[in-house]
């Protein structure tokens, strides 16, 4: 745009582009910036589920965050009688008010979608991109890793792959697990607790992959990687729930095919495993999206158990706590990749944190087949889709640089369950306020 600019007595017209600021109200009193409300709104569809949040204020801005996919948004909704009349710029010392009310896995995603909007309305409030909060950046754009649905047929799973590299992807991931196994007769011993095992953890199922099924689950990785080649990073995850042991003799026969890393082969929790399981393959070991904040990566990181830490943003604490945990983990020698799978919202606000991360490896997207991920926002200051030949390219636009597009929110509200809508408004940012009083002494010491 052309703006006026007077300079030694004389008018001069300089041309400047401040268009992503411009299209972001942003008031200059953030001292007496205070919150006024906060409201939901539960998108997806299938079995996803995004709640998005809304932190409204006294001058008008908007801030966005995301409870974590799968999670309820009531975790974000007991927290608004703490948050009313608050200033959102006030970001750690507020989450340092909400934090005890998070979790690991999906108990997080309350604490951590109100930080996000605390960034992004602090960012609209002071004019800076989100990623300024978190210390500045270390890049221009992000690298995206695309998660590809399994497939039964190799060959099928490596063309999919090799669509996703067609379309501008450097980085891929599938899951290779016990299912590869299983489809042969000798392949998986204790195969009918497979099919129970979700809710068992690995150690306590028995399961066991015998070397005929690890055969097949080595020609099945073999014959995708003829078809994708190996200049091109290729995690791998979902091998299924079994000991530590069978993990080691599953990585050992994969090692040959250079993955990326092998992903949650057993849970975070149990760290002189994770030191077995690294020490006993080759390829590099990675957990970490169900834990929250940095205390909880710390006996993973100390003891050096494993090679990648994983958070997902809307578990680990949020922009400016994961960020933390970037840090911890870089002076450790340790990469951090990011696990997400939200709407565009939780999306950008992982890249904003992985701007700032020096040890930032890729950044997980789940919708990249979804027709309508992409109508939910609306980028400030850039058009097209929010992920261009597989990066995405984060500008100055204050805060997420983002606002969503209220009609698509409202075309594809999740209404699927019955169950859930009892539970949740039927409309898009309604009315909360039954969720105003505070009810609770939250005082944790005496």
């Not at 200049?231 to 250079?258: Q, W, Y």
């Amino acid at each position: 745009m052309l703006q006026t600019v007077i300079a030694k007595g004389k008018t001069e017209l300089a041309e400047q582009d401040t268009s992503a600021v411009d299209q972001v109200r942003t008031p200059s009193s953030p001292s007496d910036l205070r919150i006024t409300d906060l409201r939901i709104a539960v998108v997806g569809g299938g079995g996803w589920r995004w709640p998005i949040i809304k932190l409204e204020t006294n001058q008008g801005l908007v801030g966005l965050g995301e409870v974590r996919d799968g999670a309820s948004a009531r975790y974000a909704l007991m927290l608004k009688s703490r948050l009313l009349g608050e200033n959102p710029c006030d970001i750690d010392r507020l989450f340092q008010k909400i934090k005890q009310f998070g979790g690991h896995g999906r108990l997080g995603g309350g604490v951590c979608g109100i930080e996000m909007a605390l960034c992004d309305l602090a960012g609209k409030a002071y004019g800076v991109p989100a990623y300024m909060l978190a210390g500045g950046k270390y890049r221009d754009k992000v690298k995206v890793y695309s998660d590809t649905p399994s497939l039964k047929d190799p060959e099928e799973m490596g063309k999919a792959l090799k669509g996703r590299m067609d379309r501008g992807f450097e980085f891929l991931k599938m899951d290779i697990g016990l299912w590869i196994a299983s489809e042969f007769e000798n392949g998986v011993i204790n195969k009918k607790i497979a099919q129970e095992s979700a809710t068992l953890m690995h150690p306590f199922t028995g399961i066991q992959v015998t070397d005929y099924g690890i055969s097949k689950m080595e020609e099945y990785v073999g014959t995708v990687r003829d078809i994708i080649g190996y200049e091109i990073p290729l995690a791998s995850d979902h091998f299924g729930h079994m000991g530590v042991e069978n993990a080691i003799r599953i990585g050992k026969a994969l090692d040959r095919f250079t993955l990326a890393w092998y992903e949650d082969m057993i849970p975070w929790q149990f760290v002189d495993q994770w030191q077995a399981l690294k020490a006993g393959v080759d390829t590099p070991v990675c957990t970490g999206e169900d834990i929250y904040l940095k205390e909880g990566f710390e006996p993973l990181v100390e003891a050096r158990a494993i090679s990648v830490a994983h958070p997902d943003l809307a578990t680990s604490g949020g922009i400016i706590e994961t960020k933390r945990i970037a840090d911890y983990c870089r002076d450790a020698g340790i990469g951090v990749a990011l696990h997400q799978a939200g709407s565009p919202v939780v999306a950008m606000a992982n890249a904003h944190s992985a701007m700032a991360m020096e040890n930032f490896i890729a950044l997980e997207m789940h919708s990249v087949d979804n027709p309508w991920w992409n109508d939910l926002v609306e980028m400030v200051g850039q058009g097209g889709d929010i992920i261009k030949n597989g990066y995405v390219e984060v500008n100055d636009a204050p805060g997420l640089g983002l606002e969503l597009n209220e009609e698509a929110i409202e075309e594809h509200l999740a209404k699927d369950s019955e169950r859930r809508a009892a539970v949740y408004p039927k409309g898009a940012f309604e009315d909360t306020s039954e969720w105003d009083a505070l009810d609770a002494h939250d005082r944790v010491w005496s």
